[in-house]
């Protein structure tokens, strides 16, 4: 390389993100990795991802019930604000009305750790529970949607539009995921399935 005069190229340094929120809070993890629950409306955990088009990213917020994993709210937009995070909890909200006590798990993201999402969970009686720093394994659960979304969806389609990503994901968490995908943690049922048999 030398005698050729070639430089090998760094990898770029990312340096970390900080919630710039300068009023986050932070709950303590009350989860405590209890994936497996009893019931349903009793532990949801939620997080965002996005989803790359020719349009620009699709960020995708959802809420995953532990007891059935079914995903019971979620939303999609161009920005990642705490309004769409908010936008996913009150589809789940209005779905499924829980009894006081939830328990809600996210990790540390700012748009979860903001004072708008607190009085919304505190609001409506929900408890949060969020993760350690630098611990992913404690939303685990929600952080393996999302890998099956990627593997299963993403990965194999060019989305043009975000309006293009949007239908086909719809399409995939209500008409796929929930109905008729097979979970090995439910006895290879799928979330539909598994709360029929077990609610019925």
């Not at 079914?70 to 908010?86: C, F, K, S």
């Not at 009085?119 to 404690?138: F, K, N």
């Amino acid at each position: 390389m030398r005698e050729a005069g070639l430089v090998g190229r760094r990898r770029r340094r990312h340096p970390r993100r900080r919630s710039t929120n300068e009023n986050a809070r932070f709950a303590p993890n009350l989860l405590a990795r209890k994936f497996r629950v009893d019931r349903p409306n009793r532990s949801w955990v939620v997080d965002f991802s996005c989803v790359p088009t020719r349009q620009g990213l699709l960020y995708v917020a959802v809420v995953l019930d532990l007891f059935s994993r079914r995903i019971v709210g979620w939303a999609m937009g161009r920005h990642a604000h705490t309004e769409l995070v908010l936008e996913a909890l009150d589809a789940a909200y209005k779905s499924r009305r829980p009894a006081p006590g939830l328990l809600h798990h996210s990790d540390r993201g700012a748009q979860y750790a903001s004072d708008e999402y607190f009085a919304v969970l505190r609001a409506r009686a929900i408890e949060p529970s969020m993760s350690r720093p630098g611990q992913c394994l404690d939303n685990a659960v929600v952080e393996s949607f999302f890998r099956t979304l990627k593997t299963e969806l993403v990965q194999h389609r060019r989305f043009a539009t975000r309006d293009e990503a949007r239908a086909a994901i719809f399409e995939y968490i209500e008409c796929f995921y929930n109905q008729r995908r097979l979970h090995s943690t439910l006895g290879y049922l799928s979330p539909h399935c598994f709360e029929q048999e077990n609610l019925g």
